[in-house]
């Protein structure tokens, strides 16, 4: 392959990457504007007219639920997830290296253990809906499957980068 193959290459998985990256961020906010929307709609129903919806309480819930999931997988980088860091900062690079690297390859061989388990859960939920919107169960925490895979592909591509040369852009 040559140089400019490789860099053509390079560019078009980075224009690749940013428009799915564009993609995520636009589905995150999205979701989060509905569960906005239906919470509002839900106070002015309740304060303002004195008749409280049922289905707001439940849309809420799920766009919540999807938000935070969705938000997790692909929108926030795996090293600015909430992590206990009291030791990983007062030690060495070398050493943080070698603490992400673990602490990468725990999550990711868990979260690959768990998606065997996740797939049959949701199987088996797909028998209830949910109590006012009837929406089957397993579509309403769907979302956790996705979680699993975007979150073990963000920490598989971390932990290759903590192989490579620019390991430090990674701590």
Request: proline fraction near 5%.
């Given at each position: 392959m040559t140089?400019?193959?490789?860099?053509?290459?390079r560019r078009a998985l980075h224009v690749w990457g940013a428009r799915a990256k564009f993609f995520a961020?636009?589905?995150g906010i999205v979701l989060f504007l509905s569960a906005f929307c239906g919470?509002?709609?839900?106070?002015?129903?309740r304060?303002?007219?004195?008749?409280?919806?049922?289905?707001?309480e439940e849309f809420v819930m799920i766009a919540f639920i999807w938000t935070v999931f969705w938000a997790a997988a692909f929108t926030v980088p795996v090293r600015e997830h909430?992590?206990?860091?009291v030791v990983y900062d007062i030690v060495s690079e070398r050493t943080k290296r070698i603490f992400s690297m673990?602490?990468?390859?725990?999550?990711?061989?868990?979260?690959?253990?768990?998606?065997?388990?996740?797939w049959d859960y949701l199987s088996f939920m797909a028998r209830r809906d949910s109590s006012v919107l009837r929406i089957p169960m397993n579509l309403i925490y769907g979302c956790y499957i996705l979680f699993l895979?975007?979150?073990?592909?963000q920490a598989v591509y971390r932990l290759v980068r903590l192989f490579g040369?620019?390991?430090r852009h990674e701590i």
């Open positions: 140089d400019a193959a490789a860099t053509d290459g961020d636009a589905v919470f509002i709609i839900q106070v002015f129903y304060y303002a007219l004195n008749s409280p919806l049922l289905w707001t909430v992590s206990f860091d673990i602490s990468l390859a725990a999550a990711i061989a868990a979260f690959v253990l768990l998606v065997p388990y996740t895979v975007g979150f073990t592909i040369p620019h390991w």
